[in-house]
């Protein structure tokens, strides 16, 4: 944000108040989001970039630049549950798993990286949180949706636990999945 003030045409205080307010609300999301970055990456976001935004590939070595602070807000908003088939890893792997969901973007990064400039996400409406096995099925050509995916865990029988480890006997039980 740049402006500039003429002698002749100064603007009133309030003015002058709202933009200063404006920088400094800048200034302080550029050092959260750099400090973000820094704490998960070791990695500088990009000038221009701040929390919720995910930007072009333009940088660190071609990879798309997420902010790590989305996905951990969206595992905050929406649980730890998969919201496609409903597997909890820490009801699985007890302490192992606990707090372990993959946050995934509704609309793909491909197709966010294709939108010119910074895109601001919301955690709570450009994600949701799924098991690794149906991420892996959403990412799977044709990207089926996430309401596709779930149609087709209902469409097999239902099992009453599955044998995990016959070893230690630990079983899984499907759980419901979450509205």
């Known amino acids: ?19 200063l307010a404006r920088v400094v609300e ?21 000038d ?8 072009r590939p333009v940088r660190w070595h071609r990879r798309t630049e997420r902010n790590p602070r989305l996905a951990q807000q969206a595992k905050q ?4 549950t998969c919201r496609v088939c409903g597997f909890n890893f820490e009801a699985t792997y ?10 995934h973007h509704l609309v793909p990064l491909a197709e966010l990286t294709q939108r ?7 955690p709570r409406t450009d994600f949701t949180v799924v098991c690794a096995n149906c ?14 995916v779930r149609g087709w865990v209902g469409t097999y029988p239902a099992q009453e636990s599955i044998d995990l480890d016959p070893k230690y006997g630990r079983q899984w039980t499907p759980a419901a999945v979450p509205a």
């Open 48 to 55: 221009g970039i701040t929390p919720g935004q995910e930007a």
């Open 77 to 80: 908003f929406h649980g730890l």
């Open 94 to 103: 007890g302490e192992h798993g606990a707090g372990y969901i993959e946050a």
């Open 135 to 148: 991420h892996r099925m959403l990412h799977r050509p044709p990207n089926p949706s996430v309401a596709d």
């Open 116 to 122: 010119p400039g910074p895109v601001t996400l919301d």
């Open 26 to 46: 800048l200034y302080l999301a550029l050092i959260d989001a750099r400090e973000s970055i820094n704490e998960s990456t070791g990695e500088d976001l990009p």
């Open 1 to 19: 944000m740049a402006r500039r003030y003429s002698e002749d045409a100064l603007p009133s205080d309030e003015d002058i108040r709202l933009d």
